[in-house]
Nanobody
């Protein structure tokens, strides 16, 4: 069982930066692949990025590649999302999630946080 709590969302102007954090409980955090997803108004939840349990593999959605960076600290049971050069279209609720599988499929993720709102003004 893994419980996830996101933080760090907020309101930022276009071109600005935010850093999201996701704190996990449970002794098995380091064995999970971790992902970030987002859901904008009236949209389906979409993949943003994922990082493997060993921190050696990452994958990014094309829409955020070069602007967002995922990282994790297994000693701190945390995963982070550094978001730079933010755009209004990045506005969404951002969720972190844990999966035994590595990939971008939302259905493969077993545990989810409650989400944190990110709003980018133009």
């Amino acid at each position: 069982q893994v419980q996830l709590v996101e933080s760090g969302g907020g309101l930022v102007q276009a071109g600005g930066s935010l850093r999201l954090s996701c704190a996990a409980s449970g002794r098995t955090f380091s064995s999970y692949n971790m992902g970030w997803f987002r859901q904008g108004p009236g949209k389906e939840r979409e993949f943003v990025t994922t990082i493997g349990w060993s921190d050696r593999h990452t994958v990014y959605a094309d829409s955020v590649k070069g602007r967002f960076t995922i990282s994790r600290d297994n000693a701190e049971n945390s995963v982070y999302l550094q978001m730079n050069s933010l755009k209004p279209e990045d506005t969404a609720v951002y969720y972190c999630a844990a999966s035994r599988q590595f990939g971008a499929n939302v259905k493969d993720y077993d545990y989810w946080g409650q989400g944190t709102q990110v709003t980018v003004s133009s």
